[in-house]
């Protein structure tokens, strides 16, 4: 069974940092882009950050560039989002996904994903 589990949310003052981890586990994901999406209160989830299966390429939500980096670690099927200069925008569920097997792109679309974590909770105060 795939699981997704992602962790290091929680509460930061604007300004701060917070790296977040989303292990997986049930299958080899070396080749499938990963995301991270997140979902604010009373808004619809949107797409964050990408990354392709080596690593080599990665995109990102215009308001995130230059403060977000999104990474992996495929030995220990494990993508990381490191966070910086957080603002209170920034609050929402964070939600790790991936694509299925042999995706060798990335991609911004939630249907591109077939595997997605429960979220954690990142809370970036004034």
């Known amino acids: 069974q795939v699981q997704m589990v992602e962790s290091g949310g929680g509460l930061v003052q604007a300004g701060g940092s917070l790296r977040l981890s989303c292990a997986a586990s049930g299958r080899t994901f070396s080749g499938s882009a990963m995301g991270w999406f997140r979902q604010a209160p009373g808004k619809e989830r949107e797409f964050v950050a990408t990354i392709t299966w080596s690593g080599g390429s990665t995109y990102y939500l215009d308001s995130v560039k230059g403060r977000f980096t999104i990474s992996r670690d495929n030995a220990k099927n494990t993508v990381y989002l490191q966070m910086n200069s957080l603002k209170p925008e920034d609050t929402a569920v964070y939600y790790c996904?991936?694509?299925?097997?042999?995706?060798?792109?990335?991609?911004?679309?939630?249907?591109?994903?077939?595997?997605w974590g429960r979220g954690t909770q990142v809370t970036v105060s004034s």
């Open positions: 996904a991936a694509t299925r097997n042999s995706y060798y792109t990335y991609s911004t679309r939630e249907g591109d994903y077939v595997h």
